[in-house]
Structures are given as structure tokens and as C-alpha cells.
């Protein structure tokens, strides 16, 4: 009889995801996986735009002005959010390695960041979603983060062609 395989999913429950500050020695792990999410972004709708938006964070993953919490699987730093604290804080990004998603990974990094926002007396935490990513706005919607508002845009660094203008 062949061995059936399992999906890292069926162990879920098992894991319990470990979320905690960043430390200098994450950053290189940080950098590689944040270099993975970068190019995940290229050429998807708003990910060229989000990348022009958002500098990468290599070097620069913590101060006073940013808080970065890496989850962490047996010593592995397998995904990241960094936020920006204030009255409203902002998730600047969150990413979990493919590998390791569907663990709750995700979840716990995103339960970290509005725990430490209602202590820190925060008044509204936001993020973005990319039209079509389906992993991240679910990751939020779980979480109780919903869209308030929709950014539109048409890039008119180009040239303009005869379909831009008729939307």
C-alpha cells in the first residue's frame, strides 16, 4: 500500500506558533525573506506600485519608529511583521515562508501586533492587501481587519492608450 503524504496543514494543531521580537540575529534571515516577498510582488496588480511605496527594510528592521516580530519554528525564522506604532498603527508588511503557512504563523504575528496595539492605546491598526491576494486579505479578515477604504489608481507615466481613456 503506498504511503499517503501529509500536508504540514494536518499539524496545526500541534504547532503552537511562537511570535517574538526580532534580534539582531534574525536580520539575515529577515533579509532573505523579506527579498522573497519583495519579488512575489513584482508584476502583480499593485505589488509594483506597493514595492516603489514601501523601502526594503534590510538593515533598518528595528528603532524606535518600527517594531519588527519574526514567528519562529524550532529556531527558524519562518515569517515577519514589522509595524509602525503610533496612534494608528500601520503594518508596514507581513509574510510567512510558503512552506510554513497554514500554521498560524500568520495569525500569530497579526494577534502580536493588535495586542501591542491596544496596549500602547492605539486607536486603529491598519494594513494593506493587494487587489487579488486573496492569503493576506483573508489573513486580515480573520483577524477582524476589513477594508475601510479602496485605493484606485491609473499610472500615467506611460503613454496613454485609447483603452485607459475609455475607462
Given at each position: 500500500m503506498p504511503r499517503r503524504r501529509r500536508r504540514l496543514s494536518n499539524f496545526r494543531e500541534v504547532i503552537d506558533p511562537l511570535v517574538r521580537p526580532a534580534l539582531p540575529s534574525d536580520y539575515e534571515a529577515l533579509g532573505r525573506l523579506?527579498?522573497?516577498a519583495r519579488a512575489g510582488l513584482v508584476g502583480t496588480r499593485g505589488g509594483d506600485?506597493?514595492?516603489e511605496l514601501v523601502d526594503s527594510?534590510?538593515?533598518r528592521w528595528t528603532s524606535d519608529d518600527v517594531r519588527t516580530v519574526v514567528a519562529d519554528f524550532d529556531g527558524i525564522c519562518v515569517g515577519f511583521i514589522v509595524v509602525i506604532p503610533g496612534d494608528v498603527w500601520t503594518i508596514e508588511s507581513v509574510f510567512v515562508a510558503s512552506w510554513a503557512r497554514e500554521l498560524g504563523f500568520g495569525d500569530a504575528l497579526l494577534e502580536w501586533a493588535i495586542a501591542a496595539a491596544?496596549?500602547?492605546?492605539a486607536r486603529r491598526i491598519e494594513g494593506t492587501a493587494l487587489p487579488g491576494d486573496r492569503e493576506t486579505?483573508?489573513?486580515y479578515e480573520r483577524a477582524g481587519v476589513t477594508a475601510k477604504a479602496i485605493t484606485v489608481a491609473l499610472d500615467l507615466s506611460g503613454p496613454a492608450s485609447s483603452a485607459?481613456?475609455?475607462?
Open positions: 523579506e527579498a522573497i506600485r506597493l514595492l527594510r534590510v538593515g491596544r496596549a500602547a492605546g486579505k483573508n489573513l485607459d481613456a475609455s475607462q
